[in-house]
Structure formats: C-alpha cells, structure tokens
C-alpha cells in the first residue's frame, strides 16, 4: 500500500459509522446486520449533499421524499428478513439525461427546463426494482454534450478534489457526487467517454458496458450508436454489484441485446495469474498533450498487473486521432437529427457551446456519414484481432488530470482525441479506475477494456488491482467547502 498519498490533499475512508465514504458492499453488509439503517444513512446523506450543494453543484433536483421513501421501504425488508433486492437501501443518483416518472429531468438545458415525464427510463425501473433510494438527478453537459456552459439554467458541477477544477465529461454530476462521499453510487452515460473521463479525474470507478447489455430506453439521446448506460461507484466490487442489478435485456430498446443473465460478482475474487494484457502505451506515453504524471502512474499501475502473475505485452493500435475522427463524424451528424426540430425552431435556448458543436452536423453528407459508418466497421475488426491475442488491454484513463474551470473559455470544437473514445467505436466494455495522483492532488487514471460481454473478466483484473492497491481509498478534502 501506499501511504505517500495522504501527503496529495486526500483523506483516507472514515469508519463505517460515517456512511459518507462506506462502499455499496460494506452498507449491504451493515444493514444486513442490522448494525445501520437505510433511513438514516439516506438523511445523514441528504445533509450532506445540501451542505455542500453552494460549491459542487452536483445536483440539478435532489428528491428526498422519494429517497426517503424508499429507504423505509428498505428498512421494513430488512426488519422482515425479505431483502433479497441487489440494492435494497442504497441512495443512488441518476445523470439528468435519464427519465424519471414525475420528476424533473432537464438534460441540463431550457429546452427541457419544466419537463416532467411520465414514465421512467428503464435503467431506473431495473433500480428501483433492486431496492435503491433515489437521492436525485445529478448534474451533466447540455443533453451529455458540449462542455461545462455557464449560460445554462443549472451552474456546471465542480470537483471535490480541488476549488475551481472540472469533475469531467458529461457524468461530471455523478462522477464528483460519488467522490465528494454525497451518493454511494450513480447511474452516468457514456457515448465518447462521458463516464469514465469524470471516473478518472474524480478518482472513482466508471464503467461502460457492452453496448446494448443495459437499456437505453428513456434516456435523452446523444448519439444513438454509441449511448451506453453504466454504474459509477468507488469500486470495482460495487461496479458489479450495480451492473448486475441494472443489466438486463428490453425488447422495446432496439439496440438491447437478448443474452443470457451473468453474475458479475462470479470471477471478481480469481486474481489476473495467467491473464494476457495488452498495453496500448504509444496512444499516450510520448504525446505532448500528455500530462507529464500520467505515463509513470499507468506504467506503476500495470507493473503491478504484472507482479501478480498477468502476461503484459505492448501493442500498437491505429491513432487515436483516427478513431477520434471516424466518432465525431457520426456522433455530430446523429446528435443533429435528435435536435433538429428545436435546432429549426428555438436555436437560441440551447446553450452557446453546444449550440456551435452540434449545428455543424448540418452539413455532414451522407456519404460522409456511411463512409464513417464503414470506418467504425474496420476500427471494430482491429480491436476485435487485438482481444483475439489479449484478455484485456490497458491504458491510461485520461491524458490529463482535472482542468482549472474557466467561464471565459468557450470549448473548441476541434480538441486533442479522447483516450476513452476507441472502446465506443469497439462497443465493448471499459472501465477506469484510480491509479495515482498528480504533483498538485489531482487523480489519476488506469484504463482497462475487453471483449464484447467479457465484462466478469474486465471486473476481475480491476477487482485484483483494488485488492493490490488503496488509491481508491482515498478522498478529498481540498475541494470541499461549504
């Protein structure tokens, strides 16, 4: 383990009668036994998250007569000894793109300022199903695209770690909420990177799923053949305990995909001895947009794969920037054709930022559209040759610590690529997790990815990093003020 850290502004996890910082697993346990109750973990909770509201912004509506709700209802199970719902009383969020019955659910624009639906999305139908307490709809980018806008209704997120930083991405409402000991666990989205770029600069877990293994049924479209679904957490433990309750197949979700139910706790405890990894360093390490912590940290990061037995190799795979290109142009063209009719009747309620990426999607051909189409198609053939000779590949989870908040910025539209966007065009699991910290306390991330529902073995190699290691311990202290 080490305790250098605690020197980088973290705090290490409090005892379990502070729920604030206690993992999905350790609660269960505890109210298993009685020895916590939902109910007040729910209210210690919601003190928490008004209390620190004024500067993380984490949330756009906080719902606590629904978590509270719940929470009894959780209690009464337990009391009872029927408690076999996977999250029975564990205070969850959920990213503002995701519908909720009767709640607001804005997509973090005044296109849909007063929008209420009627029924909700069903990754929160498969989360209430397991027993969690709705705490609230967290913060995002304006319908999880643009960038951190100061001319929307709601302010952008902030992140714990330090005042005045960005949480990251469109998830960037779960991903700091999760860090700053406010929610357990959230539910973000992710089309180019939008969970696990706030996982890695908010030092959590953030998990994409195969595409199609959770719905998207009632969560405001971005970009239709890349949206994902997934759990963001503080562990990878927690990731499958949250995955399992949420993963499931809909038939009135086009892109769902009918496969048999998996547990995903199954192979966590089975180590990475004999595991093949694959590591994708040229995609970051020598890139002069590269943050000068992030290579050492991911190289200790699989090092420590390695001294547990697993078989590391470098591998080359196309630029990112080809992958990047091939993305944009399908993501633009089809984010375009979900807005067209406000683009066409009320431009000017969208946000500047978001208003200048997206209209460019106008003027996508069609044949440039297809050709990116087959590109994707090419792209998916090379990682699929790569998870023919690798378990899993590694990198880093973000080229760059947390960026400085900057209102007088306006995003460009043109940007280094993402490290994160190559498994959306794959479609197959990813996940990040922290693997260090940066010289000013910032976190740091390793990336892992695998084959298309190979999310058991993702979980496993992640899990055995955890077990190896406490960066996910850790917790800020910096950044938080009331």
């Not at 004024?54 to 719902?63: A, D, E, G, M, R």
């Not at 909420?177 to 992710?190: K, N, Q, S």
């Not at 496969?259 to 390490?285: E, K, N």
């Not at 142009?329 to 997206?358: C, W």
Request: charged share 20%; net charge negative.
């Amino acid at each position: 383990m080490n305790d250098v850290r605690s020197a980088h502004g973290g705090a290490r996890a409090g005892s379990l009668s502070a729920p604030e910082y206690a993992t999905v697993s350790e609660l269960l346990a505890l109210y298993r036994k009685r020895a916590a109750s939902p109910v007040e973990v729910v209210k210690d909770l919601l003190d928490r998250a008004s209390s620190y509201e004024s500067s993380l912004h984490c949330f756009v509506t906080l719902t606590p007569d629904v978590a509270l709700e719940r929470a009894r209802d959780a209690e009464r199970r337990f009391t009872e000894g029927d408690a076999a719902a996977p999250l029975c009383g564990i205070p969850y969020g959920l990213k503002d793109v995701i519908e909720t019955a009767g709640i607001l659910t804005t997509g973090q624009s005044k296109i849909l300022q007063e929008n209420i639906p009627q029924h909700d999305a069903q990754v929160e139908v498969r989360m209430k199903h397991a027993g969690g307490a709705l705490m609230g709809k967290l913060t995002t980018y304006e319908f999880a695209h643009g960038g951190p806008s100061w001319d929307l209704p709601w302010p952008p997120a902030m992140n714990p770690w330090k005042a005045g930083y960005l949480p990251g991405a469109t998830s960037s409402g779960p991903g700091a909420a999760v860090a700053a000991g406010l929610l357990p666990a959230a539910i973000g989205t992710d089309t180019g990177g939008s969970i696990r770029m706030p996982a890695a600069n908010c030092g959590i877990v953030g998990l994409k799923p195969t595409y199609g293994l959770v719905s998207r049924r009632g969560v405001l479209p971005n970009t239709f053949t890349f949206d994902t679904c997934g759990p963001m957490t503080r562990t990878v433990e927690d990731a499958a305990i949250v995955l399992g309750a949420i993963a499931a197949y809909d038939d009135e979700d086009v892109s769902s995909v009918n496969s048999p139910a998996v547990d995903y706790m199954r192979d966590l405890s089975l180590g990475v001895r004999g595991i093949r990894i694959g590591w994708v360093r040229h995609w970051y390490d020598g890139d002069k947009r590269c943050h000068g912590d992030v290579a050492p940290a991911v190289a200790k990061a699989v090092a420590v794969l390695a001294e547990a037995g697993a078989i590391v190799e470098e591998i080359k795979l196309s630029d990112l920037l080809v992958y990047q290109d091939c993305k944009t142009t399908i993501s633009i063209t089809e984010m375009f054709s979900a807005y067209e009719h406000e683009f066409r009747t009320r431009p000017q309620d969208f946000g500047l930022m978001f208003r200048n990426k997206v209209m460019s999607g106008a003027l996508i051909r069609a044949e440039d559209y297809f050709q990116a189409l087959r590109q994707r198609l090419s792209l998916s053939r090379e990682l699929s040759r790569a998870f023919a000779h690798y378990d899993v590949l590694a990198t880093a989870g973000w080229m760059t610590p947390a960026d400085p908040a900057r209102p007088d910025k306006l995003e460009t539209f043109l940007r280094p690529p993402n490290i994160t966007t190559p498994f959306n065009i794959g479609g197959g699991p990813a996940m990040n997790i922290p693997c260090g910290m940066s010289r000013q306390g910032l976190p740091l991330s390793l990336q892992l990815a695998a084959a298309h529902f190979e999310e058991p073995l993702l979980l496993r190699v992640g899990h055995a990093y955890q077990q190896m290691t406490d960066w996910h311990t850790m917790h800020p202290t910096e950044g938080m003020t009331q």
